[in-house]
């Protein structure tokens, strides 16, 4: 039976050691409501640390994920983020301070590009370090379609620096009686699509079940924290112990599930090729030297109208934000894999998995 909410089978029972990165996933949650209790200045610090480990590690440009911590700063963004058109259905920032923010900081050339790429690779440094501040016990929430001209105002920033989407994040308040985020996340945040909604075989629309069978018990990696996985990333330092193909695929997939996307659209493919054939044709359109159990490609809707008009990078930015979980998944298993973003033949890539119109190839990760 294929579950809507939640995932499929108990990872955790099926490693001889604690599998206990599941817990970060499972719990984090987009929070919109902050107790008024300001963070430890070493804290920051940590922060600050972890996000400079995480680019280097996702080969993302220093200085695209910024840290906001002082705190007139925050409150004139709080203020001022949503100002204009959209305020008034973006009212809880504007009345509850958060303990500080992340804003992406782009180029403009690059994020207005058909196809961005350090835009997508930032996207992945902000879900590791939204991952980070999950584990330790503070709440976020991805926040875009933000008034730009007002956060270069705040921030002093020129004008050909594009902010895309910022994140709060905070220590969260109490969930007493019926606020609108606990509805959130009753409803949005929990709902998830089906695996084999997401998930291909092959070819794009040849549906990827997860099969109930009784995968081996293995070992996964010693390291399950957040900081010490995005390092082991970053040094690719492995202790390889090559967990079933199939399972790690299927686990992989369903870390992407629990990822936050813009108006839990939810708007991400993989598609997963294991045929040794075609396991070599596509190597040679991503450039991905190396020997691959399964290559999986990453795509992305472009359809919808959120994607068209009001958040047009995001169809790429919800992908890599899936990423990040895919890949800190893998990192979990001791793993190794590699993602190929940048030079890859996208349209030879599209055309090889079948993608239709409106859904495109964002990256493809090489599981060994």
């Known amino acids: 039976m294929e579950l809507r909410r939640g ?39 940590e922060i600050q640390d972890f996000i400079q480990l995480s680019c280097a590690a996702r080969k993302n440009p ?17 203020k001022s983020i949503y100002k204009g058109l959209t305020n008034r259905i973006n ?51 991805w926040l875009g379609g933000v008034n730009m001209r007002e956060i270069r105002r705040i921030l002093g920033l020129n004008s050909d620096k594009y902010v895309p989407a910022v994140i709060c994040f905070g220590r969260p308040a109490q969930k007493n009686g019926l606020s609108y985020d606990r509805v959130a996340s009753m409803t949005l945040t929990k709902r998830r699509k089906p695996y084999s909604k997401i998930a291909h075989m092959e070819y794009y629309g040849n549906r990827h079940f997860v099969r109930t069978v009784d995968y ?72 991905m030297v190396g020997d691959w159990r399964a290559l999986v490609v990453a795509a992305g809707e472009t359809r919808s109208v959120e994607t068209k008009i009001f958040e047009k990078p995001f169809w790429m930015i919800d992908v890599l934000i899936a990423l990040s979980h895919f890949t800190l998944l893998l990192a979990s298993m001791d793993c190794p894999f590699r993602l190929a973003v940048e030079s890859i033949d996208e349209e030879a890539i599209n055309n090889f998995i079948g993608l239709p119109k409106g859904i495109r190839t964002v990256g493809v990760v090489g599981i060994r």
């Open 7 to 45: 995932i499929f089978r108990d990872y955790k029972k099926m490693s001889e050691n604690p599998w206990s990165f599941w817990d970060i996933l499972v719990s984090r949650r987009s929070h919109r409501k902050y107790a008024d209790i300001p963070l430890e200045s070493q804290f920051f610090r």
């Open 62 to 78: 220093r200085g695209s994920v910024v840290l906001i911590e002082e705190s007139e700063t925050v409150e004139a963004l709080s």
């Open 91 to 141: 009212a809880w920032l504007n009345s509850n301070k958060p303990g500080g923010f992340l804003v992406m900081l782009m180029d403009e050339e690059d994020v207005k590009t058909d196809r961005p790429e350090k835009l997508a690779l930032t996207a992945m440094a902000c879900e590791d370090t939204v991952l980070f501040f999950t584990e330790n016990g503070l709440g976020s929430c």
């Open 216 to 287: 081996p018990i293995f070992r996964v990696s010693d390291i399950q924290d957040a900081r010490g996985l995005v390092e082991k990333i970053a040094l690719e330092k492995w202790n390889v112990t090559e967990p079933p193909i199939g399972l790690t695929v299927e686990a992989s997939i369903e870390a992407a599930r629990l990822a936050p996307s813009a108006g839990n659209m939810q708007p991400w493919h993989f598609i997963v090729v294991r045929d040794k054939k075609r396991l070599e044709t596509l190597r040679s359109l991503c450039q």
